[in-house]
């Protein structure tokens, strides 16, 4: 009784053991392929290791022939252009070295204009555009640029316009249209370099309106005849007061001309003749002082006595003189004689 009663209970001992030794038999070929894994992971991480260290052993080398320094944090700047402005560039083209780079100080719409002008040649390129332009550029203009983003600038109109937006502060004005009003023709200054100077200065200001540059001019005008003719043909252009102004400059170089002209050689060889200028006047002393000290002894004696000892250059005596008509005879002078 006893026998058959147990043998169920081995029988399902023994298909337990059976499940757990699968089991374990599964788990155990699957953490061995799992170290495996791990092993070749480490492996491939080793080689690589040594692949880059020996990569970097062999730049260093190459660096110290070279002479270059951190090598590691030299990183390559992104480009800016897109793949259409990147492309081929025309043979036998060669850039212009004529223009000062922009270093972020000024107005950069006129460092724009002057690129253009000087690309003139290549203006419908927007590749040799945009490619040529950064070579005009530098200090912070320089950097800003290779800080754009890659391949964000596809035409050069939106490159120039990004340019001048950014740049737009360091645009530094001298003068405004105000200060015309305060130029004036001097007193004695010719018409001709008032205008020279009046055109100076207002080339030196931006989007000036012709109309205000005219007023300006007018108005600076020294009062004369020439601004009352003015007043009176009221031009209406710049082109029609220089007109009018030419004639007037041309009359005042005119009379300077003759003011310095020097006489002819038959003008010089002319006797001269005396005018009512060069007759001489009856000489008259006039006293420096209203009183004087009174001498004990007379003036006659004092003088024959300087004159004896030489003590002064005895003058030209009255009768050598030229003009004898205002020579009194009838008197003498012990120190003339």
Not at 30 to 58: F, I, S
Not at 248 to 254: M, Y
Not at 301 to 330: T, W
Request: proline fraction near 6%; aromatic fraction near 8%.
């Amino acid at each position: 009784m006893t026998d058959r009663s147990a043998t169920p209970s081995t029988n399902l001992n023994n298909a337990d053991l059976l499940t757990a030794n699968a089991t374990l038999l599964a788990e155990n070929q699957r953490m061995a392929e799992l170290l495996e894994a791990l092993q070749n992971n480490d492996e491939h991480k080793a080689n690589k290791k040594a692949n880059t260290d020996q990569h970097e052993e062999h730049q260093s080398e190459s660096n110290a022939k070279t002479g270059e320094t951190n090598s590691k944090t030299t990183r390559r700047r992104t480009n800016p252009f897109s793949a259409e402005i990147m492309g081929k560039m025309p043979t036998g083209f060669t850039l212009p070295m004529t223009l000062t780079p922009y270093n972020g100080i000024g107005d950069p719409k006129i460092h724009v204009t002057k690129f253009e002008s000087m690309m003139f040649l290549n203006s419908d390129s927007d590749p040799i555009l945009c490619r040529s332009f950064p070579t005009f550029l530098d200090g912070a203009a320089l950097l800003w640029f290779s800080n754009l983003p890659a391949g964000s600038i596809t035409n050069f109109d939106e490159f120039a316009k990004l340019f001048i937006n950014h740049f737009a502060a360091s645009k530094i004005y001298a003068r405004d249209s105000d200060y015309l009003s305060t130029i004036k023709q001097g007193q004695h200054e010719s018409l001709k370099e008032y205008m020279m100077r009046f055109t100076e200065a207002a080339m030196q200001i931006p989007d000036l309106s012709p109309e205000v540059q005219l007023h300006a001019i007018k108005s600076g005008l020294r009062p004369g005849k020439f601004q009352e003719a003015i007043a009176v043909a009221k031009s209406k252009t710049l082109e029609e007061f220089r007109e009018e102004a030419q004639g007037q400059i041309e009359i005042e170089e005119l009379r300077e001309a003759r003011k310095s002209e020097k006489p002819t050689k038959k003008e010089e060889e002319r006797p001269h003749r005396p005018s009512n200028k060069d007759i001489r006047k009856p000489f008259k002393l006039t006293p420096k002082f209203d009183t004087y000290t009174k001498f004990n002894t007379r003036r006659e004696d004092l003088i024959k006595e300087i004159m004896h000892n030489k003590l002064i250059k005895p003058p030209v005596r009255a009768g050598s003189y030229q003009d004898q008509k205002y020579v009194d005879k009838s008197k003498h002078c012990a120190f003339h004689q």
